[in-house]
């Protein structure tokens, strides 16, 4: 299944660490494509920036934010796009995007991405906002599904209907967090394949899989060990009914050997293949 703006499948990826630059700098590492943190290079040169540039003349690079605030009330950042936008095309991008969530109010970043109301209200919000960065960018957003853990009183409709709307409404693309889908369908008692029932396949243009901790009474989602066996029913379930979609495994505590990625990614392979 292609995906409605024809973005190509980059196949096995890792989200780019500074603790691996030498790593992937002076070998020949078993990845496809690296994924930054868009924030972490904004607004710096030097060393930083001479990496990502030097991995964007091997592999493909693309921008996931966590500062664009979509869903905050506050004004866009026009300044902020500004410079994501210039930032992908100084490496090439093939997509760049953030989350479904807002970051900060009146000015302040809470420096975590907040879960939006479920609400009619929220939701045409929200699309003429993403509909307002896309003009401006020129390209479409990917937008990920959040991982949750309370529910707003007034919600309306589902997460999954949520955004399943805004992306069919603002025309946008979404990141499939399989790992957020798990997470937040245990925390509220939800069925995570009927979650993915609503999702629009044809505007998914990547996967995100995590490791995630187990509290028993609930999941926190860590990114800090191995990617646990119900994530991977659910990915494989994805990527045999998309017949493939490009795949980022992140890792951002507890951080291992490059090797570690490597072995993690070519579980990903075999799932997405059926094995």
Same mark, same amino acid.
């Given at each position: 299944m292609a995906n409605r703006w024809g973005l190509p499948n980059l196949g096995f990826g890792v989200g780019l660490r500074t603790v691996h630059f030498t790593h992937v700098l002076e070998a020949d590492p078993a990845v496809d494509w690296f994924e930054i943190v868009s924030e972490n290079f904004l607004d710096t040169e030097g060393r930083p920036m001479w990496v990502l540039e030097q991995l964007a003349e091997r592999f493909p690079v693309v921008l996931h934010g966590v500062g664009m605030s979509v869903g905050s009330t506050d004004p866009i950042d026009w300044d902020y796009i500004d410079r994501l936008g210039a930032l992908a095309d100084r490496v090439r991008a093939p997509w760049m995007g953030d989350h479904v969530c807002w970051t900060g109010v009146q000015g302040h970043n809470g420096h975590d991405l907040y879960p !939006?109301?479920?609400?009619?209200?929220?939701?045409?919000?929200?699309?003429?906002?993403?509909? #307002?960065?896309?003009?401006?960018?020129?390209?479409?957003?990917?937008?990920? +599904?959040?991982?949750?853990?309370?529910?707003?009183?007034? +919600?309306?409709?589902?997460? #999954?209907?949520?955004?399943?709307?805004?992306?069919?409404?603002?025309?946008? #693309?979404?990141?499939?967090?399989? +790992?957020?889908?798990?997470?937040?369908?245990? +925390?509220?008692?939800?069925?995570?394949?009927?979650?993915?029932?609503? !999702?629009?396949?044809?505007?998914?243009?990547?996967?995100?899989?995590?490791?995630?901790?187990?509290?028993g009474t609930h999941c926190i989602d860590t990114h800090d060990d191995h990617v646990r066996d119900e994530v991977w029913a659910l990915y494989a379930r994805v990527q045999a009914e998309s017949g493939g979609i490009s795949t980022l495994l992140e890792w951002d505590d507890d951080i291992p050997e490059f090797a570690v990625l490597e072995a993690e990614l070519d579980l990903a392979r075999r799932h997405s293949e059926g094995s």
């Amino acid at each position: 299944m292609a995906n409605r703006w024809g973005l190509p499948n980059l196949g096995f990826g890792v989200g780019l660490r500074t603790v691996h630059f030498t790593h992937v700098l002076e070998a020949d590492p078993a990845v496809d494509w690296f994924e930054i943190v868009s924030e972490n290079f904004l607004d710096t040169e030097g060393r930083p920036m001479w990496v990502l540039e030097q991995l964007a003349e091997r592999f493909p690079v693309v921008l996931h934010g966590v500062g664009m605030s979509v869903g905050s009330t506050d004004p866009i950042d026009w300044d902020y796009i500004d410079r994501l936008g210039a930032l992908a095309d100084r490496v090439r991008a093939p997509w760049m995007g953030d989350h479904v969530c807002w970051t900060g109010v009146q000015g302040h970043n809470g420096h975590d991405l907040y879960p !939006m109301p479920y609400t009619e209200e929220s939701l045409t919000h929200l699309v003429g906002r993403v509909k #307002a960065i896309q003009d401006r960018l020129g390209r479409p957003l990917v937008l990920e +599904n959040p991982s949750t853990y309370l529910e707003f009183s007034a +919600n309306e409709m589902a997460e #999954a209907v949520f955004i399943r709307r805004m992306a069919e409404e603002a025309d946008c #693309a979404l990141l499939l967090d399989v +790992n957020n889908v798990y997470v937040t369908c245990r +925390n509220h008692g939800l069925d995570a394949n009927a979650y993915l029932d609503e !999702m629009p396949l044809d505007r998914v243009v990547q996967i995100h899989l995590a490791g995630h901790t187990d509290r028993g009474t609930h999941c926190i989602d860590t990114h800090d060990d191995h990617v646990r066996d119900e994530v991977w029913a659910l990915y494989a379930r994805v990527q045999a009914e998309s017949g493939g979609i490009s795949t980022l495994l992140e890792w951002d505590d507890d951080i291992p050997e490059f090797a570690v990625l490597e072995a993690e990614l070519d579980l990903a392979r075999r799932h997405s293949e059926g094995s």
